[in-house]
T-cell receptor, first 114, second 112 residues
């Protein structure tokens, strides 16, 4: 049990639609990052938020955006969905930025784009 | 893009045997971590080894790191059916974002 919860667990969208995925971190975990994991692949870093500001981004287009809230919750928004966006989206948190320790992952949200 | 490669991509052994998985990476690192994932669910942290360490143990897990060869190995001793999962190595290069860069994983199956 990592203390990180994600919703929804599964969802189906059609191409061109928009989706919002949600994550709730442990109290005190003020750094949250999002990863995309395609089937059969390792997770890929999308971006990281610290104190409600984005402080790192992977190779993802601007239609992937995020928000972090003071209550340790966060959102991943994806606009103009494409078929290749079908994947497991993982939220992960850690207590402090700058520490190089472990990440605590949620169970993920599996997105299918038709 | 993935940082490196894991070898083998799939491994099937009998319960009680030892399982060894290897990971190679491309750039300088601050630390390397191993994670476990059951059947497309969330990842669970197993062990972290820093760039100035060569070997680390945690229960039935043994991790080695060779920074000159940019490689690491994970050994699981006395395997159990419950060890069946995918195992990923992930590197941290340092810098502000502290992002993890994952390999493609090894799918481990333990046969009873």
């Amino acid at each position: 049990e990592t203390g990180v919860t994600q919703s929804p667990t599964h969802l189906i969208k059609t191409r061109g639609q928009q989706v919002t995925l949600r994550c709730s971190s442990q109290s005190g975990h003020n750094t949250v990052s999002w990863y995309q994991q395609a089937l059969g692949q390792g997770p890929q870093f999308i971006f990281q938020y610290y104190r409600e500001e984005e402080n790192g981004r992977g190779n993802f287009p601007p239609r992937f955006s995020g928000l972090q809230f003071p209550n340790y919750s966060s959102e991943l928004n994806v606009n103009a969905l494409e078929l290749d966006d079908s994947a497991l989206y993982l939220c992960a948190s850690r207590p402090l930025p700058g520490r190089t320790g472990e990440l605590f992952f949620g169970e993920g949200s599996r997105l299918t784009v038709l | 893009s993935q940082q490196g490669e894991e070898d083998p991509q799939a491994l099937s052994i009998q319960e009680g045997e030892n399982a060894t998985m290897n990971c190679s990476y491309k750039t300088s690192i601050n630390n390397l971590q191993w994670y476990r994932q059951n059947s497309g669910r969330g990842l669970v942290h197993l062990i972290l080894i820093r760039s100035n360490e060569r070997e680390k143990h945690s229960g039935r897990l043994r991790v080695t790191l060779d920074t000159s060869k940019k490689s690491s190995s994970l050994l699981i001793t006395a395997s159990r059916a419950a060890d069946t999962a995918s195992y990923f190595c992930a590197t941290v290069a340092g810098g502000g974002a502290q992002k993890l860069v994952f390999g493609q994983g090894t799918r481990l199956t333990i046969n009873p």
